[in-house]
């Protein structure tokens, strides 16, 4: 699971400890505590959902 304050618009605020513990890594362990600041396993995961075909909307709905 995956938790992170967002803004109004949807984005992730990243806190100054977060990126100061990112910091103290060598660079592939940044890149990788980077990506789990800003969720984006999790946003990966849930493009499924996001790209459903309104036809298959309608369908569901329909049933």
């Known amino acids: 699971m995956h938790r992170a304050v967002i803004d109004a618009s949807g984005s992730v605020l990243v806190t100054e400890n977060q990126i100061t513990h990112a910091l103290a890594m060598n ?3 940044l890149r990788s505590a980077l990506e789990d600041v800003l ?18 909307i309608s369908h569901s709905r329909a049933i």
């Not at 499924?48 to 298959?56: H, I, M, P, Y």
């Open 27 to 29: 660079e592939e362990a």
């Open 39 to 56: 969720g984006n396993d999790w946003d990966r995961e849930l493009e499924q959902f996001r790209c459903v075909e309104l036809d298959a």
